[in-house]
């Protein structure tokens, strides 16, 4: 089993930043569940279907939805079993609930999300 738990979602001005994390625990987590499985970030706005943000893979190539390239960034921490998503020159549009993602042994792992909310 793994757990996810995101946070540092909040309320930000256009323009601003915020940097989110996920920390994971359980047995299945260890040693290092964000560098050795594929990872993602998703966010789903109200009235909208949740849809993938940012991923990173067991070797290292991330990729990330057109509409934050260049302004996110998905990072890990192995030492910590973190996952960061760095988020600069924010929009209105990118108000959501962020949650991380991690597929073990082929079994796909949640976090209950963190809010982030962007006024313009």
């Known amino acids: 089993q793994v757990q996810l738990v995101e946070s540092g979602g909040g309320l930000v001005q256009a323009g601003g930043s915020l940097r989110l994390s996920c920390g994971a625990s359980?047995?299945?987590?260890?040693?290092?569940?964000?560098?050795?499985?594929?990872a993602k970030w998703y966010r789903q706005a109200p009235g909208k279907q949740r849809e993938w943000v940012a991923l990173?893979?067991?070797?290292?190539?991330?990729n990330y939805r057109e509409s934050v390239k260049g302004r996110f960034t998905i990072s890990a921490d192995s030492t910590s079993n973190t996952m960061y998503l760095q988020m600069n020159n924010l929009k209105p549009e990118d108000t959501a609930i962020y949650y991380c993602?991690?597929?073990?042994?082929?079994?796909?792992?949640w976090g209950p999300g963190t809010q982030v909310s962007v006024s313009s």
């Open positions: 993602n991690v597929e073990v042994h082929m079994k796909p792992y």
């Open positions: 359980g047995t299945a987590s260890s040693p290092n569940v964000f560098t050795a499985n594929t």
């Open positions: 990173m893979t067991p070797h290292g190539p991330t």
